[in-house]
Nanobody
Framework: VQLQASGGGLVQAGGSLRLTCAAS???????????LGWYRQAPGKERELVAD???????NYGDSVKGRFTISRDNAKKRVYLQMNSLKPEDTAVYYC???????WGQGTQVTVSS
């Protein structure tokens, strides 16, 4: 599975961004059963879970993003999304998508939130 993340950028605090992760080199029967996740890594910090979503749509969020971020997936398009609202400067990081079954990672997309 090859994952391509996009949608990052520079935004002011309080703003919104939507990240997209598109899977390729896979077929739906392989992609769809997998749990998909978004992680982030800020400079000097360890990579942390932002959110993940199972094949049935059950979601799990990191404490710092609960109520502000929403993860979703479109199995037909083999994509996973992360809607980020009420962004804070501490959300600044490189965001990565992950497919758990194959432990595949996307290349990362930079999100920068200015105060």
């Amino acid at each position: 599975v090859q994952l391509q993340a996009s949608g990052g950028g520079l935004v002011q605090a309080g703003g919104s961004l939507r990240l997209t992760c598109a899977a390729s080199r896979t077929i739906s029967s392989v992609f769809n059963p997998n749990t998909l996740g978004w992680y982030r890594q800020a400079p000097g910090k360890e990579r942390e879970l932002v959110a993940d979503i199972t094949s049935s749509g059950s979601t799990n969020y990191g404490d710092s993003v609960k109520g502000r971020f929403t993860i979703s997936r479109d199995n037909a398009k083999k994509r996973v999304y992360l809607q980020m609202n009420s962004l804070k400067p501490e959300d600044t990081a490189v965001y990565y998508c992950r497919s758990y079954g194959s432990n595949s990672w996307g290349q990362g997309t930079q999100v920068t939130v200015s105060s």
